[in-house]
């Protein structure tokens, strides 16, 4: 059957997040069931402000972090906001993996694994059975819970970069249609 669980990553900036919805419009178009979450960053004119999750299914959005101050663990210049996070972005992968036939992830780094809740949902997922596209920090190998996750054998992990970055969300897309095929 081999590998179904994609794993995005690459430098900050890079494209990882266009490169997922991209690939979500296609499955969409195939009549695939996709459910899960996206991060997005939040600009303040040129300076960002923080970044906002979003629900797939429900359009739901709230904060994942904000700059400045407040209450909450730090990763650099953010706040992080586990609250908001768990409420819609560990529960919309909670709820795909319970119907959807792939699971977005996006993404699997710093600020969330800062939530016990997201790394219990992210190895529930990758355990699921289902088809996961995820995103995870280029910098994840420096983490525990990155390695173990980079190591496993049903991972694929694209390096997503300025030369590649066009054509990887098809050929992502025709991955996982591939791998629907033995389920469907």
Same mark, same amino acid.
């Given at each position: 059957?081999?590998?179904?669980?994609?794993?995005?990553?690459?430098?900050?900036?890079?494209?990882?997040?266009?490169?997922?919805?991209?690939?979500?419009?296609?499955?969409?178009?195939?009549?695939?069931?996709?459910?899960?979450?996206?991060?997005?960053?939040?600009?303040?004119?040129?300076?960002?402000?923080?970044?906002?999750?979003?629900?797939?299914?429900?359009?739901?959005?709230?904060? $994942?972090?904000?700059?400045?101050?407040?209450?909450?663990?730090?990763?650099?210049?953010?706040?992080?906001?586990?609250?908001?996070?768990?409420?819609?972005?560990?529960?919309?992968?909670?709820?795909?993996?319970?119907?959807?036939?792939?699971?977005?992830?996006?993404?699997?780094?710093?600020?969330?694994?800062?939530?016990?809740?997201?790394?219990?949902?992210?190895?529930?997922? $990758?355990?699921?059975?289902?088809?996961?596209?995820?995103?995870?920090?280029?910098?994840?190998?420096?983490?525990?819970?990155?390695?173990?996750?980079?190591?496993?054998?049903?991972?694929?992990?694209?390096?997503?970069? $300025?030369?590649?970055?066009?054509?990887?969300?098809?050929?992502?897309?025709?991955?996982? $249609?591939?791998?629907?095929?033995?389920?469907?």
């Amino acid at each position: 059957m081999g590998k179904k669980n994609f794993l995005i990553t690459g430098r900050p900036g890079v494209g990882k997040t266009t490169a997922v919805l991209r690939v979500v419009e296609m499955l969409k178009k195939e009549g695939v069931s996709v459910g899960g979450f996206v991060s997005k960053e939040v600009r303040v004119g040129r300076t960002r402000a923080g970044f906002k999750v979003i629900d797939l299914e429900t359009g739901r959005e709230g904060y $994942l972090a904000r700059a400045g101050r407040g209450r909450g663990p730090r990763v650099g210049k953010y706040v992080v906001n586990l609250a908001e996070f768990e409420d819609i972005g560990v529960k919309a992968v909670e709820e795909a993996l319970e119907g959807d036939e792939v699971v977005v992830i996006d993404e699997i780094g710093p600020m969330e694994l800062y939530s016990g809740k997201f790394r219990e949902v992210v190895e529930k997922a $990758l355990n699921s059975g289902r088809v996961v596209l995820a995103t995870i920090h280029w910098r994840a190998g420096r983490d525990e819970f990155g390695r173990r996750i980079l190591s496993r054998r049903d991972v694929e992990v694209i390096e997503l970069n $300025l030369g590649n970055r066009d054509r990887v969300p098809r050929e992502i897309f025709e991955r996982i $249609l591939s791998c629907l095929k033995d389920y469907r």
